[in-house]
């Protein structure tokens, strides 16, 4: 059985719009050119970096009003060095096909992939997963979302799956910035993914997130900070379950706030 992993990447840049009365710029340019920078002083429209092996720095030269402006309902980040955050998002899986192999009755198999998290922003982030349909062969047959052993696990709330006449397909979190539910029930707890192919949608469900910046874990530097979460992917049949190859797509979005 082969399930497929997509990744996809949401920045989301907000962008604030105040009211301005009057606007007083100058426009340098004539026949035969025309200069467009931001303001005009030594350094505008000017990435000025130095850097080696262990720093960079960016500098605005001559900027006015450079810096961090805030009020109840608004945030301005006024310079150029605003431009870059000091550890960039980044966002990967480590493995995007997994496969169950030969799959027998009442034998649980499992899989297991990697979702890493660099982030340095001045917001939050999250990690969200969809399924985009149930497991299902080529002739139409389904392996219905696991319900775990009490039958109540969902796409929200993990429960215990330990027994071997459960069936269904389900994943586990490990790792950081995971939901409170797979920490407070354990390893042995799942939940099933939501599927996207019913009607109505059901809404995707958060597998990663964290409202604060990403902070160094011992050993890491600068350029290697980031936050990671192991999905643990189980699929247990049934002896009456039809025999074929079965697959889905489950979609991960990586969504920074800046």
């Given at each position: 059985?082969?399930?497929?992993?997509?990744?996809?990447?949401?920045?989301?840049?907000?962008?604030?719009?105040?009211?301005?009365?009057?606007?007083?710029?100058?426009?340098?340019?004539?026949?035969?050119?025309?200069?467009?920078?931001?303001?005009?002083?030594?350094?505008?429209?000017?990435?000025?970096?130095?850097?080696?092996?262990?720093?960079?720095?960016?500098?605005?030269?001559?900027?006015?009003?450079?810096?961090?402006?805030?009020k109840d309902n608004y945030?301005?980040?006024?310079?150029?060095?605003?431009?870059?955050?000091?550890?960039?998002?980044?966002?990967?899986?480590?493995?995007?096909?997994?496969?169950?192999?030969?799959?027998?009755?009442?034998?649980?198999?499992?899989?297991?992939?990697v979702l890493k998290v660099?982030?340095?922003?001045?917001?939050?982030?999250?990690?969200?997963?969809?399924?985009?349909?149930?497991?299902?062969?080529?002739?139409?047959?389904?392996?219905?979302?696991?319900?775990?052993?009490?039958?109540?696990?969902?796409?929200?709330?993990?429960?215990?799956?330990?027994?071997?006449?459960?069936?269904?397909?389900?994943?586990?979190?490990?790792?950081?910035?995971?939901?409170?539910?797979?920490?407070?029930?354990?390893?042995?707890?799942?939940?099933?993914?939501?599927?996207?192919?019913?009607?109505?949608?059901?809404?995707?469900?958060?597998?990663?997130?964290?409202?604060?910046?990403?902070?160094?874990?011992?050993?890491?530097?600068?350029?290697?900070?980031?936050?990671?979460?192991?999905?643990?992917?189980?699929?247990?049949?049934?002896?009456?379950?039809?025999?074929?190859?079965?697959?889905?797509?489950?979609?991960?979005?990586?969504?920074?706030?800046?």
């Amino acid at each position: 059985m082969t399930l497929i992993i997509m990744k996809n990447f949401v920045i989301i840049f907000l962008i604030l719009l105040l009211p301005i009365k009057t606007v007083k710029a100058d426009r340098l340019e004539s026949a035969g050119y025309r200069i467009e920078f931001s303001n005009i002083n030594i350094g505008s429209g000017v990435e000025n970096d130095s850097n080696n092996d262990q720093y960079r720095l960016s500098t605005t030269l001559g900027q006015t009003a450079a810096g961090r402006f805030q009020k109840d309902n608004y945030l301005i980040r006024a310079g150029f060095q605003y431009i870059h955050s000091i550890v960039p998002f980044t966002f990967s899986i480590s493995k995007v096909n997994i496969n169950f192999g030969v799959v027998e009755p009442n034998v649980p198999k499992t899989d297991s992939t990697v979702l890493k998290v660099s982030f340095g922003g001045a917001g939050n982030y999250q990690v969200t997963a969809v399924e985009e349909g149930r497991l299902r062969s080529l002739s139409g047959q389904t392996i219905e979302d696991t319900g775990c052993d009490d039958g109540r696990c969902d796409e929200k709330i993990s429960r215990p799956w330990i027994s071997t006449t459960t069936y269904g397909f389900g994943y586990n979190l490990t790792g950081d910035d995971i939901p409170s539910t797979f920490i407070s029930c354990g390893t042995n707890c799942y939940r099933r993914f939501p599927n996207s192919a019913v009607n109505p949608p059901e809404p995707e469900a958060v597998v990663m997130n964290n409202q604060a910046v990403t902070q160094n874990k011992p050993n890491e530097t600068k350029k290697n900070i980031y936050h990671q979460a192991v999905v643990n992917f189980k699929l247990n049949t049934s002896p009456i379950q039809p025999a074929g190859t079965y697959q889905t797509i489950v979609k991960f979005v990586a969504v920074p706030t800046y």
